[in-house]
């Protein structure tokens, strides 16, 4: 039972691989792949065992083999055409192979050649093995085809002949000593160049290592060569290893085999506009025979050579451009050339136009090429000596002592010389009367103001920029009004933001022109001198022009509900009646807490406004609005906290009134205004804008109270809205129940008129239609009947039109039948008559070229071939017969055998 289990596995596992491989069948291209390389394999093996086992091999022409005597161990060749019989000691070593054939132009390397005599006959040695060069080489051309000889191989298979075209070369090296063809000794590592148009047929002591194109000189152009080793050049020149020339002649150049080419060279066009700055390397002649120090600099103009190419010890720094002054410019030269050539170093020139010139090496143009100072009637230079001397375009002249400086003012025109520099060039400031700019002596110090002229500095004068506080400079610079007043104060800066740097401000900002200011009317503004220690106060409006040691009085001021302190920032103070609006939080008897949100009516009260010392009170207090809303919340609150929420919730405006202003003892009634005297302050009226509790649970009261009202109130309102309604309601219904009924009145009217047209349009209607019908059948019958008889006349025509044609193609088609049957026939007989007339030629031809006597040797080739066959087997008698005619082989035998003398 186990023995059967197994087998059973066994039998599943068996199918299971078979079902494996059925899966996963192997790919016709692998099995030909292995197959042929299986094949590939034994190839060797089995020639090798078929030329052992065969004894006569056929060598055909031009082939040959290798037979090696197991005797004497010595391998000869076999040259077609043979039948070469193998002996039993002999061993076949190849197959038979052809002979080497090198087609014309075409050569090959054979290694290890067999030695010859002067007659080109192979030597052997006294064992009749052939004699080789071993290790050499033998480079072998076009010639008759040859065999190996054993132990020659093929180094260099067939290769066609380089042919080196014109205008190129093969650079070579000889790898062995050897002596050309000219009689000149070649020692091995030199180098040689084989120059085209040619054929180049290869040494075994050469080798090629490279090729070379001519270089192609186009005209402005040269070639800088370097020698790599001791040389003669093309034009039998004597060169040193590292030794560099040119070569400028227009044309093909092929470099040397020791020449490299450095670099090729365009040459420098010079124009009258253009020149070459040149240094030499080193000590040399130029073209021009004049001698050049090493490191000298020079120029190379138009009028040098129109084209510039560098020479080998020249060096072109760069490409100068003409300089040219038209006659209102000028220019100064530091280190001009001089007379002998050389520059003269620290010196200076003055050039002016009109003229061109090109700068020498080493000069230099200071500050470029300058314009002429052409001074109007409102300008001016300033001038300063470097160098002492005479001033000659003051009249009468005047010396100039190193440091001098001096002014020139227009109209004129000046062209300061090389001892002069300019400092500056001055123009006049036109000034409007409310106009300035501020201007400081350099000796003295002394800074003054300039208002309201045209003013042009002085030599010793400059523009002194004054100096403000950034907050001020943001005020003057802002398009909104510069007082102290809530509703610009959302353009107003933070005091604690003052230290922030404002670029827009800077940039815009010019300090040098006199600070001015538009006082608005009805404000004021202090100014404050800090050299004589003055103040003084200016009402609009007005024009403020600061003078150089004025600065403007700023007022900080509180702002925000509640207020905060140091929250504005402003320069002008406003007079007229404004609101200034706070929030305090009180508390009653009864502990409750009020939130109030109040408004003041405020103004400055001042009689003489020329009166500077009561018009400096104004600005006597910093801060009078935080001032003010402190005093008025004391007030207040002590006026609130001895009464209770219920009568400040009645009297709340009174109660406050009485705590601001006060009651007049003598009328004991309130008291209109309160004034400050310190800076003539005078609030007029206080506004209650808002109460509201603090605490949550009074909060809640007064909701409930104040609901309560507003919904009694509500409900008398709606109910007297309610009367009013139902009235209009009424008046309503009334109205439109009487445009009902005269509405009513007038659709009847209009339905009756309806009535009246819709009959008459029906009488109309019948009668018309009547009419109609009876007219468009009679209509209708006539168009029938011409359309009837028109087709009639048209079928008959399409009949005789149809008829016509197909009369006129049958026509047609038997004619193009009979004429293509004509012309088939005769091109068929034409043909007939041409092949046969060809065979015939072609046979006559083929009988002329044979000749009667080739004719009758193919006839009985076979039969003469098969007797020659037998009589060179030695065959007495032979019996040749179709297979197919009965012998009698007894008697045939006989015959053959002759008469033999049997046993008895």
């Known amino acids: 039972m186990h023995d059967q289990v197994s087998s059973d596995k066994a039998q599943d596992q068996h199918e299971d691989s078979r079902d494996e491989v059925r899966v996963c069948p192997i790919s016709p291209r692998l099995v030909e792949f292995i197959v042929t390389r299986y094949i590939t394999m034994l190839n060797p093996l089995i020639n090798s065992r078929s030329r052992q086992n065969r004894s006569m091999f056929r060598i055909p022409p031009y082939q040959y083999l290798h037979v090696l005597d197991q005797t004497t161990n010595v391998t000869r060749l ?10 039993d000691n002999e061993m076949v070593l190849s197959n038979t192979e052809k002979m080497v054939i090198v087609p014309p132009r075409h050569f090959c390397v054979i290694s290890n050649p067999a030695m010859t005599d002067e007659n080109k006959q192979v030597l052997l040695d006294n064992l009749g093995q052939v004699r080789l060069h071993h290790a050499e080489d033998e480079v072998r051309l076009q010639q008759v085809p040859f065999p190996l000889y054993p132990g020659e ?17 093969l650079r070579l090296k000889v790898t062995r000593d050897f002596t050309d063809e000219d009689n000149q000794q070649r020692r091995a590592g030199d180098e040689m160049l084989f120059e085209g148009p040619g054929t180049y047929i290869p040494r075994k002591e050469i080798e090629v290592i490279g090729q070379h194109k001519a270089i192609i000189i186009k005209p402005n152009t040269a070639v800088k060569l370097r020698a790599t080793r001791e040389t003669t050049d093309k034009n039998g020149v004597n060169r040193v290893a590292g030794e560099e020339w040119m070569v400028k002649k227009n044309g093909s150049y092929l470099p040397g085999v020791y020449e490299e080419v450095v670099v090729t060279c365009t040459a420098y066009f010079l124009t009258d506009k253009t020149a070459v700055h040149v240094a030499a390397t080193q000590t040399f002649t130029d073209e021009k025979g004049r001698q050049r120090k090493s490191g000298e600099e020079y120029l190379i103009t138009v ?11 020249e060096n072109v ?11 209102r410019q000028y220019c100064i030269i530091v280190n001009p050339v001089g007379a002998n050539g050389k520059p003269q170093l620290g010196a200076k020139k003055l050039v002016k136009g009109e003229k061109s010139f090109f700068l020498q090496p080493g000069e230099l143009l200071e500050n470029g090429v300058q314009d002429i100072f052409i001074l109007g009637e409102n300008e001016g230079i300033v001038l300063k000596a ?19 400086n001096w002014m020139l003012t227009g109209p004129l025109e000046y062209i300061p010389p090389v001892e002069v ?12 009367q409310n106009e300035g700019i501020y201007v400081r002596n350099t000796n003295t110090g002394k800074v003054r103001a300039v208002v309201g002229k045209t003013y042009m500095l002085q030599e010793d004068e400059e523009l002194w920029e004054k100096q403000l506080p950034l907050i001020v400079k943001t005020l003057l610079s802002s398009e909104s009004h510069t007082a102290a007043d809530k509703h610009y104060a959302k353009e107003w800066k933070n005091p604690n933001k003052e230290n922030v740097q ?10 040098t022109k006199v600070v001015t200011f538009q006082v608005p009317h009805n404000a004021a503004v202090q100014l404050y001198d800090y050299k004589s220690k003055m103040s003084r106060v200016v009402f609009g409006p007005d024009l403020v022009m600061l003078g150089p040691d004025e600065q403007f ?21 406003w007079l007229s009646p404004i609101f200034t609006s706070d929030v305090i939080t009180v508390e009653t008897s009864d502990h409750a807490r009020l939130q109030l949100d109040l408004q003041y009516n405020r103004h400055f009260e001042i009689e003489d406004l020329t009166n500077q010392v009561e018009a400096s009170k104004l600005f006597c207090v910093g801060d009078f609005v935080g001032d003010l809303c402190k005093a008025m919340a004391s007030r207040i609150r002590g006026a609130v906290s001895s009464i209770t929420f219920d009568d400040f919730h009645k009297n709340s405006a009174k109660i406050i009134e009485v705590a601001v202003f006060g009651m007049n003892p003598e009328t004991r009634k309130v008291r209109e205004r309160i004034k400050f005297p310190a800076n003539n302050f005078v609030v007029t009226s206080v506004d209650i804008k808002s109460v509201e509790p603090v605490d949550q649970r009074t909060r809640d009261s007064l909701l409930k109270s104040v609901t309560l009202a507003i919904e009694i109130t509500t409900q008398s309102q709606e109910a007297a809205a309610r009367r009013e309604a139902e009235r209009h309601e009424q008046e309503s219904q009334g109205k439109l129940e009487r445009q009902r009924i005269e509405d009513e009145a007038t659709s009847e009217k209009a339905r009756k008129k309806l009535l009246a047209l819709q009959a008459e349009s029906a009488a109309i209607e019948s009668t018309g239609q009547a009419k109609a019908e009876a007219f468009s059948r009679a209509e209708a019958a006539r168009i029938e009947a011409e359309a009837a008889v028109q087709e009639a006349k048209l079928k008959a025509q399409a009949h005789k039109i149809e008829t016509e044609a197909e009369l006129k193609r049958m026509n047609a088609a038997r004619e193009a039948d009979i004429k293509f049957a004509l012309e088939q026939n005769n091109l068929e007989v034409e043909k007939a008559e041409k092949m046969a007339k060809i065979e015939t030629d072609k046979f006559n031809k083929m009988v002329t070229v044979l000749g009667t006597k080739t004719i009758q040797a193919m006839a009985s080739g076979p039969q003469d071939h098969q007797v020659k066959m037998l009589q060179s087997l030695g065959l007495s008698s032979t019996l040749i017969t179709d297979g197919r005619t009965p012998i009698n082989l007894l008697n045939t035998a006989g015959g053959l055998l002759g008469n033999l003398n049997l046993p008895q």
């Open 303 to 313: 009028d040098d050579m129109e084209a510039f190419i560098p020479g080998v010890y």
């Open 78 to 87: 076999e040259t077609g055409p043979q039948t070469f019989v193998k002996k």
């Open 553 to 573: 009085t700023q007022l900080s001021l509180s702002a925000g509900n509640p207020k905060k302190p140091n929250m504005w920032k402003a320069i002008a103070l």
């Open 421 to 432: 520099i300019v400092l500056s060039t001055r123009k006049a400031f036109p000034l409007h």
């Open 317 to 327: 720094i760069e490409t100068k451009g003409i300089t040219t002054l038209t006659n």
């Open 153 to 169: 191989e093929i180094k260099v298979k067939i290769t066609l002949l380089t042919v080196v075209p014109a205008l190129s070369a």
């Open 386 to 404: 470097l160098e002492a001397h005479k001033d000659t375009f003051a009249n009468p002249p005047v010396d100039r002592k190193p440091g001098d």
């Open 502 to 511: 404002d670029d827009t401000v800077g940039d815009t900002w010019d300090g």
